[in-house]
């Protein structure tokens, strides 16, 4: 069973950054961050092969958002830049047998969630 625990989230102004930390435990998956927004279906924003050596971001964050892992510290990382209001949402970390399975949405293990309000 994987384990996993976000932290990072908070409030910023538009434009600004922020860096999310997700902490797994119990073996060894392609990881990734998805978001829901309020009234919004939850979408995989973001994911890394176990490897680390391919990624997948959606198109509106392609660009502003990185994603990484320490493996050292099986920690994985998305750091978020130029942040706008429409970024805000409750951003989830995620794993999967496979990069293919995130980059279709599909998570089969997640956290319970950071809160990330970007204010206009």
């Known amino acids: 069973q994987v384990q996993l625990v976000e932290s990072g989230g908070g409030l910023v102004q538009a434009g600004g950054s922020l860096r999310l930390s997700c902490t797994a435990s119990?073996?060894?998956?392609?990881m990734g961050w998805s978001r829901q927004a309020p009234g919004k279906e939850r979408d995989v924003v973001a994911a890394l092969s176990w490897s680390g050596g391919n990624t997948y971001y959606k198109s509106s964050v392609n660009g502003r958002f990185t994603i990484s892992r320490d493996s050292a510290k099986n920690t994985v990382y998305l750091q978020m830049n130029s942040l706008k209001p429409e970024d805000t949402a409750v951003y989830y970390c995620?794993?999967?047998?496979?990069?293919?399975?995130?980059?279709?949405?599909?998570?089969?293990?997640w956290g319970k969630g950071t809160l990330v309000t970007v204010s206009s």
């Open positions: 995620g794993a999967a047998l496979s990069l293919s399975r995130l980059s279709r949405g599909t998570m089969d293990y």
């Open positions: 119990g073996g060894t998956y392609a």
